[in-house]
Structures are given as C-alpha cells and as structure tokens.
C-alpha cells in the first residue's frame, strides 16, 4: 500500500539500501512460486485505485484526509505521482504493530491471500518502528521539505505531502500474470497498549509496461 504513516514508512524504506523489507522483484518471485497459474489474466484492466476507513473506532489517532496515485493502473516500470494528506490526533511511538493483509485477484479464485513470507505479503509486524533503517538520523528529501517526520517517534500534528513523483523498477523476469493484476490491501494499526491507532484498507492495479 495510501495511509501517510504507512506511505513514509515504505518511502522511508525505499530510499534506504540496507532496507529489511525484499525488494519488488523479491516478492514477485515469492508470489511466483504461491500462484503459478501459467497464464495472464484475460481481461482488461480498469481503474481501480480506492480507499477507505476500516477503523472499528472513531476515536482512532490516524485519519486519512486525502489521498491519490496516479496513473491507474500503475505501470512496471515507471513513474508514478502520489500524494496523501493526514491528521494524527496523538503521538505514535514504538512500538507501533501493524497487521496486513495482502491479497491478489486470481482467475475464478478472487482475491486470494498472499502469505506472510520474509516479511512479505499478509504478514504482523510487531513494531513497524524498528524496520525503519537509520531510525534515530535526520529526515532527507522529500521529508525535510515538507517537515515531515521520517522515523518514530511521530509527533501528533497534521501532515501533506504534495504530489512527488517515484520511480518503480522493472519486474525483470517475473512472469506478466504475476505483475499484471489487481491487488487488495489492509494495514491495521496498534500502539503499545494494544490500543486500535488506525485501519486502512486499498485497492491497486499493476500493469507491465
């Protein structure tokens, strides 16, 4: 995945080279050998790019304001602009627990779970804090234009980042079926005390260049 926190989180961890999360092409192959089905999907891809509030809670810390990823659907590789906007009612300090879910549409199937492997796919993180890579240096570009924090703790304020354009890789060998499709994803927030901080839920569509 379109949450701020999880969108710096995962730029944060892009931007570093000793990151602990696998690469895009990595994960790909990870899917490769869960879902060979041999072939593409048939159909056409549309616009799918969506999401929404799966908080249980109202009172949840984390509130989305806005956000967007265009083009759509994301082209491998590419250039995408993204943008997002949110409001944290307290601050979120470590360790900060995250559960996701990821989940990919298949032929006849739907949407099928991906499991959890090296830290891939539907996987718990018992605190997103410490996959931060240089957790306690200063925030470079685009945080520090934006004054955006980049690490844990995160200050309770209200945060925007404005429309950045990214570079995504190439899938290199992975097969088509696997990098074109729709994807489902759900990242569900707690803080210290078990407490629900925040539950966002997405959907994405790739599509290989």
């Not at 249980?56 to 993204?82: E, H």
């Not at 410490?130 to 520090?144: K, R, V, Y």
């Not at 404005?162 to 990098?179: K, R, Y």
Request: with cysteine; glycine share 8%; proline share 9%.
């Amino acid at each position: 995945m379109r949450v701020l926190l999880v969108f710096l989180l995962c730029c944060r961890l892009m931007l570093s080279s000793d990151s602990k999360i696998a690469t895009l092409e990595e994960t790909l192959r990870y899917m490769s050998k869960l879902f060979s089905l041999g072939q593409p999907l048939s159909r056409e891809q549309g616009q799918l790019f969506r999401w929404t509030n799966c908080s249980a809670i109202s009172t949840a810390a984390l509130k989305v304001n806005n956000g967007s990823v265009t083009p759509d659907p994301v082209p491998l590789p590419g250039n995408i602009t993204a943008s997002v906007g949110v409001t944290l009612t307290e601050t979120l300090k470590s360790p900060l627990k995250a559960e996701v879910t990821l989940k990919k549409k298949l032929p006849v199937l739907g949407y099928t779970s991906i499991p959890c492997i090296d830290n891939v796919g539907s996987c718990t993180y018992d605190d997103l804090c410490a996959l931060i890579p240089d957790s306690t240096g200063e925030c470079g570009p685009p945080f520090s234009t934006y004054k955006l924090p980049c690490h844990c703790p995160f200050p309770a304020g209200s945060y925007y980042l404005p429309p950045i354009e990214i570079q995504l890789p190439s899938a290199g060998s992975i097969p088509s079926f696997l990098t074109n499709g729709d994807y489902y994803g759900q990242a569900s927030l707690f803080d210290a005390a078990g407490h629900p901080v925040g539950c966002y839920e997405a959907y994405l569509s790739l599509k290989e260049e």
